[in-house]
């Protein structure tokens, strides 16, 4: 360990945000850099437990806790700590293919279960991460390394965001050829098209994308499979394929009004923003603009977040976010959710700094369901009518939600944003290829295996698993790699 008492002796210090008042004036990443000699004393916090919990991913009542790539977390807090950063780097592309997506927007399960979080405050091991790959992108440590050989094995990924690019920075990494087809018209999925600038410029993305098509990989954009090119012509062409298509299909929120117009989908409102920032700095207007308009984000996740920090950007004249979920405790409860399960605690996260910055409160209504919408005479939503809940066990054991009698609240609305989350993946892959489906619809292939009912395809990520974190992805990516290789070859390497 880097100094048996250096959790005893510095205190957890995270990077200062960018003033929230002002960084809601632009599109860039919000989190400062910390300077070298506060990364080393933050590694010395890492006591290099002799059961390092943060590592070892599982998943524990519906909830993740560690590492489910396995990072090597305390051999390079502890390098950090000695100031040998490029043999951190080293270690940290042992078990991650992209440190620089999971040290932006990873929730960082990683630190929920660190031991120091027993007593005390966690080691602060997702910006080490983040600091770790950025250095090496800036001293030009990271550079293309192409295989040595070549198998003469050609492999088709379907998709390009975290578990499809996994996939293929592995497989090209056993020599196989690899090309993967996005439908979009950038690369990056869920990384691109997603996630708001402010949390990953898609710089970062594109020069990992760049990185990878200089090591091999072919990369081929607007191009839907199925549509432009059929299942039974990408069989033929390829020895396998891995579908990583993602958990895309939204959750309908089946409700009176909801045929209102200026009720989106949050996917729709937050891709139109990032598309035309990319493609004009949105000077193309061809976006959803919530200018001067009262939003109401239903759905208390990440997407809804992120939709709440571009409604702001925009220039919204309120934000309110709605979640079914009860605020939680200012302190772990330690009989519910004990350690190493990921601490459910109240936060601020970045884009409700920004609005209570902005309005002066925390914009989050919690246990809270919406009734009903109700429109003007030109069919425009303008106001929402809501009861407060209260979770309870039924007769059958089942937990629902009950209304509270006299709890009724109208919210004045031009727009809304439904962001309660996916019903798993779009289905014309699936009835391409005749692929098994399970009860939740997603592709039918046991984790560890990936192999699909159909002879050469795989599938991994969101469209297997549901959705999920970037980090699981990228170990369902990682690990469909590795079987798909062993079916290709007979036996394989790949971790």
Known sequence: MSTPTGFMEYTRQI?????????IKDWEEFHKHMNEEELRLQGARCMDCGTPYCHTGIEITGGTSGCPINNLIPEWNNLIYRGLWREALERLHKTNNFPEFTGRVCPAPCEGSCTVGLIGQPVTIK??????????????????????????KKVAVVGSGPAGLAAAAQLNKAGHLVTVYERADRIGGLLTYGIPTMKLDKGVVQRRVDLLAAEGVTFVTNTEIGKDITTEQLREDFDAVVLCGGATKPREFDIEGRELKGIEYAMDY???TIKSYLDSKLEDGQYKNAKDQDVIVIGGGDTGTDCVATALRHGARSVTQFGTHAKAPLERDRENNPWPQFPNVYTLDYAHEEAKAVFGKDPREFSIMTTKFVGDENGQVKELHTVQIERIVDETGRKIYKPIEGTERVFPAQLVLIAIGFDGPEHTLIEGFGLETDRRSNVKAQYGKYRTNVDKVFAAGDMRRGQSLVVWAINEGREAAREVDRYLMGSTLLP
């Open 15 to 23: 990077p200062a945000d960018r003033d929230p008042l002002e960084r």
């Open 127 to 152: 910006t080490i991460e983040q600091e770790i790959i950025d250095r090496g992108f800036d001293e030009g440590w990271v550079q293309p390394e192409p295989p040595e050989r070549r198998t003469g």
């Open 270 to 272: 937050l891709n139109g």
